[in-house]
Nanobody
Framework: QVQLVESGGGLVQAGGSLRLSCAAS????????MGWFRQAPGKEREFVAA????????YYADFVKGRFTISRDNAKGTAYLQMNSLKPEDTAVYYC???????????????????WGQGTQVTVSS
């Protein structure tokens, strides 16, 4: 059974930083692209960042470019999202997601991800 467990969320002041982690189990992690999405109250889930299974390529939403960094450690089966210069509008529940192993498809479309974590709350105060 595949499990994705996020951690690292919390309350931070504007301009601060947080590092989210997503620990995967029951998955061929090293062959699965990973993504981070977020959902704020009353809004739809939106793409934040994604990384290919090898880690060679990363993709970001325009609103996080230069502030957030996605990475992965295949030996540990963990993906990360380093978030710097946080803004109040970054407040949301952040979800990590995994594609099925070897599956490509759009990294931006949440519908192409097979597995999801439970989410972790990030709150940025002004």
């Amino acid at each position: 059974q595949v499990q994705l467990v996020e951690s690292g969320g919390g309350l931070v002041q504007a301009g601060g930083s947080l590092r989210l982690s997503c620990a995967a189990s029951g998955l061929t992690f090293s062959r699965s692209a990973m993504g981070w999405f977020r959902q704020a109250p009353g809004k739809e889930r939106e793409f934040v960042a994604a990384i290919t299974w090898s880690g060679d390529s990363t993709y970001y939403a325009d609103f996080v470019k230069g502030r957030f960094t996605i990475s992965r450690d295949n030996a540990k089966g963990t993906a990360y999202l380093q978030m710097n210069s946080l803004k109040p509008e970054d407040t949301a529940v952040y979800y990590c997601a995994s594609k099925a192993p070897y599956y490509s498809g759009s990294l931006y479309d949440h519908r192409t991800y097979a597995y999801w974590g439970q989410g972790t709350q990030v709150t940025v105060s002004s």
